[in-house]
């Protein structure tokens, strides 16, 4: 027989994992930070047969393409859509190719635009998931992705990403990994402030633009403390090595990050407060629970796992008091609401859409660890974790190895009512 079939084979009896091609993404961005505006050459290389035919790329609606070439695309159209996604207007960039072609796709994409206020201050510019600066294949938005960043700009000026550069020279920064197709990060900055962690554990380092406070040495210690029970808990078959905490200070949102990093865009963030404790937790945990899609329940996956791991850490760091108050506010919130499994989110409002993916799905894992006991739970979570599980179904499968299938049938029955 031959390996390459031997291996295929084993690797559906679970025995040998079957490894599939990442996209890849080399990039070149060119910034003037007085002006806020920026020009980027994206070229997403895609394995064979992994690109849809035609091939439809999202890209920020107020950026203006220069350019698109693909070799074998026989026509390009760019236009204005309303992606369900992210309920909103995105420029889609349409490539067809010759009927039957399976091969590897080359797009090469060159545009170039203005960052708003939302993005850029007088101190800061941030290229991040929530400026939607790449282009990306819609609903893949967290597809991992292999990635080249070059971020070129005037003397004088600093950038830091999720990683450490692999290479600087002059005003040229280079930054090589693999992350979620939309999380490439640059921010731009004359004055960055550094801290970092001491061993032993993971390096935490936060990264702020501007004079760094009290507050973030307390962050820092957070931080540490997070990862440390996280590492322990429902990562421990997929520990965080290294770990980055941005404060840009666009004053907008936070945003876990795969590439074991958080953006934290709020000024005035402080953990001494218990709702800046639970962002703080609720995003790092993101390492791992990022893969299902956004544009429907599976939705659940990410943010009502995120939102219980950020309780248990709450209870974990001794505020017994602060984990029953913030859980009896989420299953008070879940009550009534609709069915996790074929929930549609295009059908809802946003505030319906929130109480059945972030506190229902707080409230069925509360449901499930109260059922089989932390040390099950635990497991169970840390599997769920290390599999990067992006369906219900998954989930589902998960329970059943790990607690029976009377268990797994008890929770598909919480997930349907």
Request: glycine share 6%; hydrophobic share 40%; aromatic share 10%.
């Amino acid at each position: 027989m031959p390996r390459q079939l031997l291996i295929f084979l084993l690797g559906l009896l679970g025995w040998v994992p079957v490894t599939r091609a990442q996209p890849s993404a080399q990039i070149l961005l060119r910034v003037e930070p007085g002006s806020k505006h920026f020009w980027c050459r994206y070229t997403l290389r895609l394995p064979a047969g992994a690109a849809p035919a035609p091939v439809l790329l999202n890209l920020n609606r107020s950026f203006r393409v220069l350019s698109v070439r693909s070799p074998r695309a026989w026509q390009v159209v760019t236009k204005p859509y309303w992606y369900a996604g992210f309920q909103d207007t995105l420029q889609g960039i349409t490539l067809q190719y010759p009927s039957g072609d399976l091969r590897p796709r080359q797009i090469t994409v060159t545009y170039e635009g203005n960052l708003t206020a939302r993005y850029a201050t007088d101190q800061v510019l941030e290229f991040s998931r929530n400026t939607v600066w790449v282009p990306f294949l819609p609903y893949k938005e967290d597809e991992l992705t292999k990635y080249e960043l070059e971020v070129r700009v005037p003397a004088g000026y600093d950038v830091v990403s999720t990683r450490h550069p692999a290479a600087h020279r002059g005003g040229r920064f280079r930054f090589r990994g693999t992350t979620a197709a939309l999380e490439p990060t640059a921010l731009i900055s004359r004055d960055f402030q550094r801290l970092a962690s001491a061993p032993p554990g993971p390096p935490i380092t936060v990264i702020k633009a501007g004079a760094l406070l009290p507050a973030d040495t307390l962050l820092l210690a957070q931080a540490t403390q997070i990862v440390a029970f996280y590492n322990q808990t429902i990562g421990r078959r997929d520990t965080i090595p290294r770990f980055t905490v941005l404060l840009p200070g666009t004053n907008r949102n936070a945003a876990g990050l795969l590439d074991n990093a958080v953006d934290i865009t709020y000024a005035d963030f402080d953990v001494r407060k218990r709702d800046d404790r639970l962002i703080l937790a609720h995003e790092i945990s993101h390492k791992w629970w990022s893969y299902g899609s956004i544009s429907g329940y599976e939705e659940w996956l990410n943010e009502g796992f995120a939102t219980y791991s950020s309780l248990l850490y709450l209870q974990a760091s001794g505020d017994t008091t602060g984990f029953r108050t913030e859980l009896a506010q989420r299953l008070a919130s879940a009550a009534g609401a609709p069915a996790i499994i074929g929930f549609d989110k295009a059908t809802h409002d946003y505030h319906t859409a929130r109480r059945v993916v972030y506190a229902k799905g707080t409230a069925v894992l509360h449901a499930l660890s109260t059922r089989v006991g932390n040390e099950l739970f635990v497991r169970i979570m840390a599997a769920t974790a290390a599999q990067k599980t992006a369906t219900t179904e998954a989930f589902l499968t998960t329970v059943a190895q790990e607690a029976g299938p009377e268990t797994q049938r008890w929770l598909r029955d919480q997930l349907t009512r």
